[in-house]
């Protein structure tokens, strides 16, 4: 049997194709499993963080001096 025979090169093919395959299918759960990582986290971070107008207000307060 030489390398070039197709009889000993399919079942590697096959093998290939069906990992490719499967590395794709995971690709694409890990993708939407990332996209709703990302939509949770921008969820809490509007959540939890204060108004900004109210935060902006509290920020230019604390940067000037006290009037005494």
Do not use: W, Y
């Not at 197709?6 to 996209?35: F, G, H, Q, W, Y």
């Amino acid at each position: 049997m030489s390398l070039g025979n197709p009889e000993v090169l399919s079942p590697t093919k096959k093998c290939m194709e069906d990992r490719i395959m499967e590395l794709e299918v995971e690709n694409s759960r890990l993708r939407r499993l990332v996209a709703e990582l990302l939509l949770k986290n921008q969820q809490l971070r509007v959540a939890h963080l204060p108004n900004q107008s109210d935060s902006g207000k509290f920020d230019r307060n604390r940067s000037q001096p006290h009037p005494e």
